[in-house]
């Protein structure tokens, strides 16, 4: 049974950086690539990036400067790190497996407040 | 980037009447490959979005055959045959066609 938890930390202060774990079971994450998508007031859904099944990473150029997408494949883990955090970053933040642009299973969603 | 626009519903929509939701694309989402590179998710009240239709028109497993999709390679719709009351939510069109993806801005389905 394919399952995806994000877990982060609710509550950010503005210019501190965000930190998300996906955890994933019923697949390998050496066969899938992993996006992360977000949803926020402003924008609606928005893709922010992936990383391949191999292990590199791609990026929207919107986020590029600030994100960072890793993972440690021996825990069936997926990571996101954006920093400088601003009031706009607040949402839900959601990892999804990809098959080539389709995002078929996603992940319950980890919501973030970005407020002092 | 690609802009995807999506179209409004005339909800509520009365239980067992079809609904049609729009989706138009600002460039051909239709692949040299013959294949149209666009997706529908519906995210249901306090949900993630999930996904329904990929390539356009193939269903995902275990999606009900009341829903379809279709268009061209700028225009899209995505048919509910006999709407149901599982059926609320927000429907999400997205291109795939090239990066970064990018999705509709969603369509609200209310049922009566």
């Known amino acids: 049974q394919v399952q995806l938890k994000e877990t982060g930390p609710g509550l950010v202060q503005p210019t501190q950086t965000l930190s998300i774990t996906c955890t994933v079971s019923?697949?390998?994450?050496?066969?899938?690539?992993m996006q992360w998508v977000r949803q926020t007031p402003g924008k609606g859904l928005e893709w922010m990036g992936f990383i391949r099944s191999g292990g590199s990473t791609e990026y929207n150029s919107e986020f590029k400067s600030r994100l960072s997408i890793s993972r440690d494949t021996s825990k069936n883990q997926v990571f996101l790190k954006m920093n400088s955090l601003k009031t706009e970053d607040t949402g839900v933040y959601y990892c999804?497996?990809?098959?080539?642009?389709?995002?078929?299973?996603w992940g319950q969603g980890a919501s973030v407040t970005v407020s002092s | 980037d690609i802009v995807m626009t999506q179209g409004a519903l005339p909800n509520p929509v009365p239980s067992g009447e079809s609904a049609s939701i729009t989706c138009q694309s600002s460039?051909?989402?239709?692949?040299?490959?013959?294949?149209?590179?666009l997706n529908w998710y519906l995210q249901r009240p306090g949900q993630s979005p999930q996904l329904l239709i990929y390539?356009?028109?193939t269903r995902a497993s275990g999606v009900s055959d009341r829903f379809s999709g279709s268009g061209s390679g700028t225009d899209f719709t995505l048919k509910i045959s006999s709407v149901e009351a599982e059926d609320v939510g927000v429907y999400y069109c997205q291109q795939f066609l090239e990066y970064p993806l990018t999705f509709g801005s969603g369509t609200k389905l209310e049922i009566k």
């Open positions: 999804a497996r990809d098959r080539k642009g389709v995002m078929d299973a």
């Open positions: 019923g697949f390998s994450l050496t066969s899938y690539y």
């Open positions: 460039k051909s989402l239709l692949h040299s490959n013959g294949k149209t590179y």
């Open positions: 390539w356009m028109s």
